[in-house]
């Protein structure tokens, strides 16, 4: 089982619609969780950090149920710009080395 | 800019042959990782190292791979006797602080596309 799974979809939105998805991870020693956004051909990139609390940032709101072992992303009033694929990332303690483990991603496509 | 550099951009090789890949990190970042990415795949986890010290090459495929970072700064990626299923791009990302931080954000470079015919 990977330690990461995503639906890699694509998830076509209408501009200006909400688009919500989520991942799931195996390791429930698991301690911090972040959003990658990765545009096609580019190097991911740090999108936001998640944490237990939820947080939100503009129009991106990421929670974490630990119970349950899943992280949401949810994007409100999708606009063009946001065309990318949105990576999962967890990690946790590896011999007392930070091991991060990358989901497949999730591919939004929001057409006009 | 002063992000994370990779080179070369794009390689091609015969099967068969060695590649070299160069990442310039992050001027004073600690942590030094290395990923491969499949077509339609997450990066994979390859090697990390702290400084010059390689603390976690578990991720590395088979012994044709090999990575260095002697001067705890600059990292060389080698992999001997290509193979077909070697291609991929490579990412390198750095940290400024050791991993076992919780939270820490990676930056990443530009990668290294990499094509063995």
């Known amino acids: 089982r990977k330690e990461v799974e995503q639906d890699p979809g694509p998830f076509n939105v209408p501009e200006g619609a909400t688009v919500a998805f989520n991942c799931t991870y195996s390791?429930?020693?698991?301690?911090?969780f972040f959003w990658y956004r990765q545009d096609c051909r580019k190097e991911p990139k740090l999108l936001m950090s998640?944490?237990?609390s939820g947080n939100e940032d503009g129009r991106f709101t990421a929670q974490l149920n630990r119970a349950s072992q899943y992280i949401s992303l949810l994007i409100r009033d999708s606009k063009l710009s946001d065309s990318a694929t949105y990576l999962c990332?967890?990690?946790?303690?590896?011999?007392?080395?930070?091991?991060?483990?990358f989901g497949k991603g999730n591919q939004v496509v929001v057409i006009p | 800019g002063a992000g994370v550099s990779q080179s070369p951009r794009y390689k091609v090789a015969k099967r068969g042959q060695d590649v070299a890949l160069r990442c310039d990190p992050i001027s004073g970042h600690v942590s030094l990782f290395w990923y491969q990415q499949a077509l339609g795949q997450g990066p994979e986890f390859l090697t990390y190292?702290?400084?010059?010290?390689?603390?976690?090459k578990s991720g590395l495929p088979s012994d044709r791979f090999f990575a260095e970072r002697p001067e705890g700064s600059v990292s060389t990626l080698k992999i001997q006797r290509t193979q077909q299923e070697d291609s991929a791009v490579y990412l390198c990302?750095?940290?400024?602080?050791?991993?076992?931080?919780?939270?820490?954000?990676?930056?990443f470079g530009d990668g290294t596309r990499l094509s063995i015919l």
């Open positions: 390791n429930s020693a698991s301690q911090s």
């Open positions: 998640v944490y237990s």
């Open positions: 990302a750095s940290s400024p602080i050791r991993s076992g931080e919780r939270n820490q954000p990676q930056h």
């Open positions: 990332v967890v990690t946790w303690d590896h011999y007392g080395n930070n091991r991060l483990a």
């Open positions: 190292f702290q400084n010059e010290a390689q603390l976690d």
